[in-house]
């Protein structure tokens, strides 16, 4: 653990992007004790500029801009971690099973997997949560719908070069169940591209949801970035912060978890690093 | 005769590791002359900084990572590691030149080799295209590549892994350089094209009176084509001398360590088998892989194993030889079912296994167990080895304890320690994970054991230990075995009977000692007469070496 800290900490880029993410998590998990109420609440003039009574200012119902950021926070990273677990968990259970099997599994798992690849993956997410109707769950399950493809090509293609390792025949000599290889052998030797994977699939979770947020098909009764810049774009020439405040909240996250995703890749594939 | 000029003279050169490297130089204090007109053998195993010291001539170290920091190089004079880079350009290629070992990766696939050679000409002379083109084929000729118009327009893929050696050869050579470096030019080739090409090699530096250095780990090169010898030994040069003075009496503890364990071509004498009823029978195996082809296609179809058949009695070992892709791999993997043989039987003790199910099999699974080629691929890197080990037991209902203690004891028999147990791969050296490999077959008491190639990744001091412990394990537990073996010094000393294959059919076999001695299949007899150093015979010590620790 001591030495793959001193590997990510080579990168510099990265550990700042940690430091970021760092502060975004703690936004939203010290945000209610600040801001116990619901951020749909108004609480003053509309229209304050930021650096006022308001430290971010009031949009155009009166609603504390800081309030509605550090409520999102949760909403983002929420949907964001929860989305990517279901994903992966699915892209790496379709992808282990294709890439160890092979033949006609392999054939029908991967088909599928192209058929939910061949539809661009935004437009899907709209009609997804069109179908489902929007709310916190359904904007997940659109997400981990589009998301999971990825994954499964990823890991297929790393179980179908573990599986040929003699470690793993060896294994098969011993008389060893599928199961146990594929679990004990062959997933522990994938799990760092994984990790890297998963970890920029969440950046990938939080701009979809902001999209679908910004269009309206967010949860309506939860506080979003997306649905902020969504709210606040009528009035962006006269009150612009409306908009920029959210939006440079999305970057940093996106921006940090792309970071540290970064930072992970290189820690965790040092032979890559050496070129 | 005036007392000849060396063309390349190395002067205490030493190359500078990056400080975390477990040595502070990869080559410390190297002085080497090499003389027209002969072949210098640098020897070392792996790591001995052999391939270091000749990039280090051509300006190839990566970098700053590794760089020379004392000592000169003089080619004719000039120190290669002080001239400017556009010199060194110009040198390359027409006064020294390279080959490498793997010739697939050393050369561009996108491009013909026609094309590859004629930019090494073009860049360093002056010529019209006609007359290159002529100097090109007349050089395929030279280097009896077959149909040289063909393969002056075809692309390495195309070519045998033979012909694209000589391809590389004639590239090192079209401009007539005086110093020829090759390393380890034979090692990725079968036996029979090494015997070529290091025919071709003597052949070419005699008509041009090459300076040779000449990169190899394999004393048996070393005693076909050397003049003279140099023996390294973590980084440095331990004996060097006339190739019949090292081979026949060398004088360095080490050179001694690494030719006595240099495996004799002469079989030793074996008892006669204890019994007639074979153990392991293989009868009429057939297995063919398809590859391609789809809806629309046949795809092409490879038969790896005709007809296979051959008998073990228990307690022997048969030696499957052959060259690559002659099957022998795929017949150790059906018999150890990991592959699913198309046809025939495989018998153990009387019972056909070729055709049970996963389920049924399992009870045979620890009859028969299997020691890998690979040092490196063959444990899981993300596992303790003892875990690895006691695996096998635990998955056939011992439970964690016993077999974690078998696990340890296990590590001991096969001489390392219990405490290892808690520790992972990469921890380990090539010829400890090939014990422990041994070690996790023998977790699961087999009576047979399929060894595919086990020591032909190990160097040669390593591989004299592995081969002894297989010997040893072999008489402790009564074991019969199928050993898989390119290399027919090995073959000579492990095997009680030998069976020759060649695509995918057993052309010859028969009791060690008689093949050796009288083969009567005209494919053995090429394969015996391409051992490197058959006429050799590494001499024996009557101070048995130590070899070096694994």
């Known amino acids: ?275 | 005769m005036a007392e000849p000029t060396p063309i390349l003279d190395i002067q205490g050169l030493s190359v500078a590791l990056p400080s975390n490297a477990d040595r502070k130089h990869a080559v410390g204090d190297l002085s080497l002359q090499l003389f027209p007109n002969e072949i210098v053998c640098v020897v070392g195993e792996s790591g001995s900084g052999k391939s270091v010291m000749a990039r280090a001539i051509l300006g190839l170290l990566p970098v700053p990572r590794v760089r020379p920091v004392a000592g000169r190089i003089l080619l004719e004079g000039e120190d290669l590691l002080a001239v400017p880079p556009a010199r060194l350009r110009a040198i390359r290629g027409q006064r020294i030149s390279m080959v490498f070992q793997e010739p697939m990766t050393a050369l561009n696939p996108v491009m013909t080799i026609g094309d590859q050679i004629d930019e090494v000409v073009a860049t360093h002379l002056p010529l019209p295209e006609r007359e290159r083109r002529q100097r090109i084929l007349e050089l395929f000729a030279a280097v009896k590549l077959p149909d040289p118009e063909r393969i002056r327009h075809a692309y390495p893929h195309q070519l045998s892994g033979g012909q694209r050696q000589r391809a590389m050869i004639a590239m090192a050579l079209v401009l007539g350089p005086p110093v020829l470096i090759a390393d380890e030019p034979t090692t990725a080739l079968d036996v029979t094209t090494q015997a070529q090409v290091l025919t071709l090699i003597k052949e070419m530096q005699g008509l041009r009176q090459t300076g040779v250095l000449f990169i190899t780990h394999d004393f048996g090169v070393v005693a076909e084509i050397a003049d003279r010898v140099a023996v390294m030994q973590r980084g440095r040069i331990v004996e060097q001398g006339p190739a019949a003075d090292v081979l026949n009496r060398p004088q360095h503890p080490y050179t001694r360590a690494l030719i006595g364990a240099v495996p004799k071509l002469e079989p030793p004498p074996r008892p006669a088998p204890s019994s007639k009823v074979p153990f392991l029978e293989v009868r009429g195996l057939d297995k063919a892989f398809r590859s391609g082809g789809g809806i629309f296609s046949r795809g092409r179809v490879v038969h790896a194993a005709r007809n296979v058949s051959f008998q073990l009695r228990r307690g022997e070992t048969l030696g499957l030889v052959g060259e690559s892709g002659s099957g022998k791999s795929t017949v150790a993997r059906c018999v150890i079912r990991l592959v699913d043989p198309d046809g025939g039987d495989i018998l153990i003790g009387g019972e056909d296994i070729a055709h049970l199910g996963r389920r049924a099999l399992r009870p045979w699974r620890q009859r028969i167990q299997m020691v890998f080629q690979d040092p490196f691929a063959s444990l899981n890197p993300r596992r303790p080895v003892g875990r690895q080990i006691a695996d096998g037991p635990m998955t056939h209902g011992v439970t964690a304890e016993a077999a974690m203690a078998r696990a340890r004891s296990l590590l001991e028999l096969v001489g390392l320690e219990p405490k290892a147990a808690d520790r992972y791969p990469h921890e380990f050296s090539g010829g400890q994970r090939q014990r422990i490999g041994i070690a996790r077959a023998l977790a699961m008491d087999p009576e047979i054991l399929v060894a595919d190639e086990p020591v032909s990744a190990l160097d040669v001091s390593v591989q004299a230990q592995v081969l002894e412990l297989l010997a040893d394990i072999r008489r402790r537990f009564g074991l019969t075995m199928l050993f898989i073996t390119h290399d027919l010094r090995v073959a000579a000393q492990v095997c009680d009977t030998i069976a020759v294959m060649r695509q995918g059919e057993i052309v010859e076999s028969g009791p060690t000692a008689e093949i050796f001695a009288r083969p009567s299949h005209p494919y053995t007899q090429t394969l015996l007469a391409s051992v490197p150093g058959r006429a050799w015979t590494p001499p024996a010590f009557a101070d048995a070496p130590v070899a070096a620790a694994v």
């Open chain 1, 1 to 275: 653990m001591i030495a793959f800290w001193h590997l990510f900490r080579r990168n510099r880029a990265a550990v700042f992007g940690l430091a970021l993410l760092g502060l975004v998590l703690l936004l939203a998990a010290a945000g209610p004790l600040f801001y116990p109420e619901s951020a749909f609440k108004l609480v003053d003039k509309p229209f304050q500029a930021p650096f006022g009574h308001w430290l971010l200012g009031t949009d155009m119902l009166g609603r504390d801009v800081l309030a509605g950021l550090v409520h999102g926070a949760r909403t983002s990273l929420l949907i964001g971690l929860v989305a990517t677990f279901v994903a992966a968990t699915f892209g790496v259970v379709m992808g282990g099973l294709a890439g160890y099997y092979g033949g006609w599994i392999d054939d029908l798992l991967m088909r599928t997997t192209e058929l939910f690849q061949t539809i661009p993956s935004f437009i899907f997410a709209i009609v997804l949560v069109a179908v489902l109707s929007p709310s916190i769950e359904s904007v997940v399950i659109a997400i981990a719908v589009v998301s999971w493809p990825a994954m499964a090509r990823l890991v297929r293609g790393e179980f179908m070069a573990l599986r040929g390792r003699e470690f793993v025949q060896a294994s098969v000599a011993q008389g060893m169940s599928d199961a146990k290889i594929i679990l004990v052998q062959i997933l522990p030797n994938c799990l760092s591209p994984i990790i890297v994977t998963g970890s920029l699939m969440v950046a990938t979770a939080i701009l979809i949801e902001s999209g679908l947020s910004f269009l309206g098909l967010g949860d309506p009764n939860v506080m979003s970035w997306g649905f902020m810049i969504g709210a606040g774009r009528g009035v962006l020439r006269s009150a612009w912060w409306l908009c920029a405040i959210p939006g440079l909240a999305i970057l940093l996250t996106v921006l940090a978890i792309n970071l540290v995703g970064e930072g992970l890749n290189d820690a965790l594939n040092p032979r890559l690093r050496e070129r």
